[in-house]
């Protein structure tokens, strides 16, 4: 069993930046593929990166060269990185933590982009 939670959120400017992390209890960790997704109101939810057990990232259109998602298996912990932030990237924010037939959701952060 994995449980994630995440934090960071909140509201910020256009252009500006924020951290999301999402911190995993339980173990095996380093071993899950783990995502991020969003889902802005009125909106299906939406992957935006993903980064496997050997690191290897991908990102979705709206993410690639603005948010960057990275790993710490030693504090058991998954982060995205937003950059030059747009109105159009307020939604919250899950973590999702994926393995063989284990999928394990966090609860989310809002992100809020606006003036």
């Known amino acids: 069993q994995v449980q994630l939670v995440e934090s960071g959120g909140g509201l910020v400017q256009p252009g500006g930046s924020l951290r999301l992390s999402c911190a995993a209890s339980?173990?095996?960790?380093?071993?899950?593929?783990m995502g991020w997704y969003r889902q802005a109101p009125g909106k299906q939810r939406e992957w935006v990166a993903h980064?496997?057990?050997?690191?290897?990232?991908n990102y979705a259109a709206s993410a690639k060269g603005r948010f960057t998602i990275s790993r710490d298996n030693t504090k058991n912990t998954l982060y995205l990185q937003m950059n030059s932030l747009k109105p159009e990237d307020t939604a919250v924010y899950y973590c999702?933590?994926?393995?063989?037939?284990?999928?394990?959701w966090g609860q989310g952060t809002q992100v809020t982009v606006s003036s």
């Open positions: 339980g173990s095996g960790f380093s071993l899950y593929t």
């Open positions: 999702r933590a994926q393995r063989l037939r284990s999928d394990y």
């Open positions: 980064i496997t057990s050997l690191l290897d990232a």
